[in-house]
């Protein structure tokens, strides 16, 4: 009986070179100790925030140019007492969430169709590569004239500056799923059905959690663009105001909830990953 082994696991560790100096931040492709990067993750945000205060205390710069942190918490703190900072967050966070949503509905189909056959591939990707170069805000005349300036424009934005790079970005997934494993279910005695729904759709999830952390940082850019033009409330709206009356602590206290924000929502995905695609989680 003939045992077939299976094919050992290299790591540089193991077949480093007499010349090649054992490391540990500078592995390539592998893990390295919980305490370092853990370290590395608090140096990233602190050693920027001591930059900062470091830079505004001197008096190199004027603080109405750039406040120091504590000017800028103590410009959160009265934001939220005067009621703005949750109703400013709280609309912004709904725009992007209708227009990305919906963006995600269409794009998930539409790419894994787009992906897994070149018959539609053919037909939508010339359009989808067209449209894709049209930037986002050059839209927002054309929505206001045919939507008004109600919440409806707000999220056709974002709808359309996030669908189209979703939707690429999951058929360029979709794209390569081994065909073995689409041979194999044919084999098996599989349909196109279930190639689509039990193969590949399973099989790009990981990237498709991927796609979606990408773009939703585009669509808070864009919310923040169509606030600037046209809004009653949001954080861009705030940021308007606030430029108009030349407080830049402000600014920074508005810019700080939206990188707090998007932080906790990458958070959220690389968690909902986690628990959906375990065998895909390093």
Do not use: H
């Amino acid at each position: 009986m003939t045992v077939v082994s299976s094919p050992p696991t290299y790591t540089e560790s193991s077949t480093a070179a007499p010349s090649l100096k054992p490391t540990v931040f500078w592995r390539i492709a592998e893990d390295i100790p919980i305490r370092l990067k853990w370290v590395l993750m608090v140096m990233s945000v602190l050693v920027p925030l001591l930059l900062w205060w470091a830079i505004a205390s001197t008096g190199w710069i004027d603080n109405k140019f750039l406040p120091t942190p504590g000017m800028v918490i103590a410009s959160l703190v009265t934001l939220w007492q005067e009621g703005y900072l949750l109703t400013d967050t709280l609309a912004s966070f709904l725009r992007v969430s209708a227009g990305f949503l919906l963006a995600a509905l269409v794009a998930i189909p539409l790419g894994i169709g787009m992906g897994a056959f070149r018959s539609v591939r053919s037909l939508l990707e010339p359009l989808v590569g067209i449209v894709r170069y049209m930037p986002a805000p050059a839209f927002i005349p054309l929505l206001i004239i045919y939507l008004g300036l109600g919440e409806e424009p707000k999220i056709a934005l974002i709808f359309i500056g996030t669908v189209f790079f979703n939707t690429l970005m999951i058929m360029d997934a979709v794209k390569f799923v081994p065909k073995e494993l689409i041979e194999t279910t044919y084999t098996l005695g599989g349909d196109r059905r279930q190639v689509l729904m039990q193969v590949i759709t399973p099989y790009v999830i990981p990237s498709l959690f991927d796609t979606l952390r990408v773009n939703m940082a585009a669509s808070w850019n864009l919310v923040i663009v169509a606030e600037l033009v046209a809004a009653d409330s949001g954080l861009g709206k705030r940021i308007a105001i606030s430029q108009k009356f030349f407080q830049t602590d402000d600014i920074f206290a508005c810019l700080l909830v939206l990188g707090l924000i998007g932080f906790i929502l990458d958070l959220s995905l690389q968690a909902a990953m986690r628990m959906t695609c375990q065998w895909a989680v390093k």
